[in-house]
Nanobody, 120 residues
Framework: QVQLVESGGGLVQAGGSLRLSCAAS????????MGWFRQAPGKEREFVAG????????YYAEAVKGRFTASRDNAKNTVYLQMNSLKPEDTAVYYC?????????????RGQGTQVTVSS
């Protein structure tokens, strides 16, 4: 069983930056592709970023490409999402999840989320 806990969310002004962390416990996620997702009020959950098991390959939603960067430290069993040039439309609860495969859907291993609020 894998437990995922996100942290690093908060309130930031437009144009600012935040770094989210997703710490895994229980079992290692070093062999798993991981993803970041977000859900804004009244909207469905959407994909944000994915990273392969080694961290040398990533892909992003068009809305965040060039502004967000996913990375990981397998020695720490942690995945990160660096968010720069934040916009009010980035406001959402951000979740991490283990992916079924790189580029695939999220598995049942998901965190509870961390709130990101971007003020204009």
């Amino acid at each position: 069983q894998v437990q995922l806990v996100e942290s690093g969310g908060g309130l930031v002004q437009a144009g600012g930056s935040l770094r989210l962390s997703c710490a895994a416990s229980g079992r290692t996620v070093a062999s798993k592709a991981m993803g970041w997702f977000r859900q804004a009020p009244g909207k469905e959950r959407e994909f944000v970023a994915g990273i392969n098991w080694s961290g040398d390959s990533t892909y992003y939603a068009e809305a965040v490409k060039g502004r967000f960067t996913a990375s990981r430290d397998n020695a720490k069993n942690t995945v990160y999402l660096q968010m720069n040039s934040l916009k009010p439309e980035d406001t959402a609860v951000y979740y991490c999840a283990a992916l079924m495969r790189y580029g695939g859907p999220p598995s049942s291993y998901r965190g509870q989320g961390t709130q990101v609020t971007v003020s204009s």
